[in-house]
């Protein structure tokens, strides 16, 4: 059996400089305008607006760090959603599953679900009531 060998593709930049040299160069086929322009690496307006946006969104959208308040809003939201009992981080399998993955944060008792509850509902009626309020101004 005689098989084709595959061509070396490890490194595609190598490949296409030692096996494509005229498109490489930017002669005839390639889509450069000049014979004398070599590839530019990438750096092409097009990709110093997508770094430009990629940073912005990094400013706009810090890394967050977790607290004890947003871990508790998050923990409350998590059992409403799910409608799992209050009682979940008392459990013995989530205490467990918290202390092999190290979290430092307590988990909450039931009386601390119910007053994270209430303070997350008291936002809420709050933010509803500004919105109508404004809602009712403009009309």
């Known amino acids: 059996m005689c098989e084709k060998p595959q061509p070396k593709i490890g490194?595609?930049?190598t490949h296409t400089r030692t096996e494509h040299p005229n498109e490489y160069a930017g002669g005839a086929g390639s889509s450069q305008e000049s014979s004398t322009n070599p590839i530019d690496n990438g750096y092409t307006p097009a990709s110093a607006k997508l770094m430009e946006e990629f940073?912005?969104?990094g400013r706009l959208n810090p890394k967050l760090y977790p607290t004890k308040k947003g871990f508790l809003k998050h923990f409350a939201a998590w059992l409403i959603?799910?409608?799992l009992p209050f009682t979940t981080g008392e459990s013995y399998g989530i205490k467990r599953l918290f202390?092999?993955?190290d979290v430092t944060i307590q988990l909450p008792s039931d009386?601390?679900?119910r007053n994270a509850l209430a303070k997350i509902y008291i936002e809420l009626?709050?933010?509803v009531v500004r919105e109508l309020s404004v809602s009712f101004m403009h009309n």
């Open 11 to 13: 490194n595609l930049a």
């Open 81 to 83: 959603e799910e409608d």
């Open 125 to 127: 009626h709050g933010e």
């Open 99 to 101: 202390k092999y993955l």
């Open 55 to 57: 940073l912005e969104k």
């Open 111 to 113: 009386t601390t679900v």
